[in-house]
């Protein structure tokens, strides 16, 4: 199986609630496995989720005091796909209460420090979730089905994939370090769907996936999306599926839209897959005949952006 590459970008996003005291701490457990991102309140909490920059929470025990916990029974009946993890570092005279009140607002992880296996108990709940966002999850996926694929051609799908978001083939292209009509015209001649038509199902994996979390508007998810605006993102949707957002949002999971991208574009062409190297600069696919077919600006692929 390829390895799937963990960078700094693809450690689990994390945002706090924490005790000052805490924080050091806290990094310390996850240097290597998370990035934290610490908040002095629930709001600032709230946002990093609207603007999904984060994919786990962790809240202090000592820090939930009655106005917070009704704030976190929210988050979680909100953001279903979040993981909420409740850190516990010292007793206080309320501590009970707030345990309870945590278990009540739906928070299933409670992370005891006070000892030693405690910090390690929590690296490996925190670590956990790299392997559950949607990007990693497509890419083991995708590692499978195309064992024995060229390198070039698993560039590309990493690509999609990899955390760096691109709204278009010219940008795909860049960072695959490759003319976009290079790109688009060895896809046509594989007789594969095109770049733009991988790129464009790929970001709504992504789309289906925030859709998961009621707590996200149809205009979030547009705007954190790179969509201009939520009827740009209906209008995608449509062409691409057929679809309203509306109706996308009720048949799709990240899951299933993952499901029906390898079904539509990876495996009917697998044998294709299997030797194709799109960025070769002596690709097969660039034959003599591709080289006239650059040359006529008639016979160009459709546009790249």
């Given at each position: 199986?390829?390895?799937?590459?963990?960078?700094?970008?693809?450690?689990?996003?994390?945002?706090?609630?924490?005790?000052?005291?805490?924080?050091?701490?806290?990094?310390?457990?996850?240097?290597?496995?998370?990035?934290?991102?610490?908040?002095?309140?629930?709001?600032?909490?709230?946002?990093?989720l609207?603007?999904?920059?984060?994919?786990?929470?962790?809240?202090?025990?000592?820090?939930?005091?009655?106005?917070?916990?009704?704030?976190?029974?929210?988050?979680?009946?909100?953001?279903?796909?979040?993981?909420a993890?409740?850190?516990?570092?010292?007793?206080?005279?309320?501590?009970?209460?707030?345990?309870?009140?945590?278990?009540?607002?739906?928070?299933?992880?409670?992370?005891?420090?006070?000892q030693?296996?405690?910090?390690?108990?929590?690296?490996?709940?925190?670590?956990?979730?790299?392997?559950?966002?949607?990007?990693?999850?497509?890419?083991?996926?995708?590692?499978?089905?195309?064992?024995?694929?060229?390198?070039?051609?698993?560039?590309?799908?990493?690509?999609?994939?990899?955390?760096?978001?691109?709204?278009?083939?010219?940008?795909?292209?860049?960072?695959?370090?490759?003319?976009p009509?290079?790109?688009?015209?060895?896809?046509?001649?594989?007789?594969?769907?095109?770049?733009?038509?991988?790129?464009?199902?790929?970001?709504?994996?992504?789309?289906?996936?925030?859709?998961?979390?009621?707590?996200?508007?149809?205009?979030?998810v547009?705007?954190?999306?790179?969509?201009?605006s939520?009827?740009?993102?209906?209008?995608?949707?449509?062409?691409?599926?057929?679809?309203?957002?509306?109706?996308?949002?009720?048949?799709?999971?990240?899951?299933?839209?993952?499901?029906?991208?390898?079904?539509?574009?990876?495996?009917?062409?697998?044998?294709?897959l299997?030797?194709?190297?799109?960025?070769?600069?002596?690709?097969?696919?660039?034959?003599?005949?591709?080289?006239?077919?650059?040359?006529?600006?008639?016979?160009?692929?459709?546009?790249?952006?």
């Amino acid at each position: 199986m390829r390895p799937v590459r963990l960078t700094t970008e693809a450690l689990a996003p994390l945002t706090t609630m924490l005790l000052p005291t805490e924080r050091s701490r806290v990094d310390a457990a996850g240097e290597g496995f998370y990035r934290a991102m610490h908040r002095d309140t629930l709001d600032d909490v709230f946002d990093d989720l609207r603007d999904q920059r984060a994919d786990v929470v962790l809240v202090s025990v000592s820090r939930c005091g009655e106005s917070e916990l009704t704030s976190v029974a929210r988050l979680v009946r909100e953001f279903p796909r979040i993981t909420a993890v409740a850190l516990l570092s010292h007793l206080e005279r309320d501590t009970a209460r707030a345990v309870l009140g945590l278990g009540h607002s739906g928070v299933r992880a409670l992370i005891d420090v006070r000892q030693p296996d405690g910090w390690r108990d929590l690296r490996e709940i925190l670590s956990s979730q790299v392997s559950a966002d949607i990007s990693r999850l497509a890419l083991g996926q995708l590692a499978l089905d195309l064992i024995g694929a060229p390198d070039d051609c698993w560039r590309f799908f990493e690509a999609l994939f990899d955390g760096i978001r691109v709204g278009t083939v010219r940008a795909l292209a860049s960072r695959l370090r490759v003319l976009p009509s290079t790109l688009m015209s060895r896809f046509f001649r594989a007789a594969l769907p095109s770049p733009k038509r991988y790129l464009a199902t790929a970001r709504l994996i992504h789309v289906a996936r925030a859709f998961e979390n009621p707590g996200l508007s149809v205009a979030h998810v547009a705007d954190q999306l790179d969509y201009s605006s939520p009827q740009s993102f209906g209008r995608h949707v449509r062409t691409l599926l057929g679809v309203t957002g509306l109706e996308f949002r009720q048949r799709y999971d990240g899951e299933g839209m993952l499901q029906r991208f390898r079904e539509e574009l990876v495996l009917p062409y697998m044998p294709v897959l299997k030797s194709f190297t799109p960025l070769s600069a002596h690709s097969r696919w660039e034959s003599v005949g591709e080289r006239a077919f650059h040359a006529s600006p008639g016979a160009m692929p459709p546009q790249t952006c």
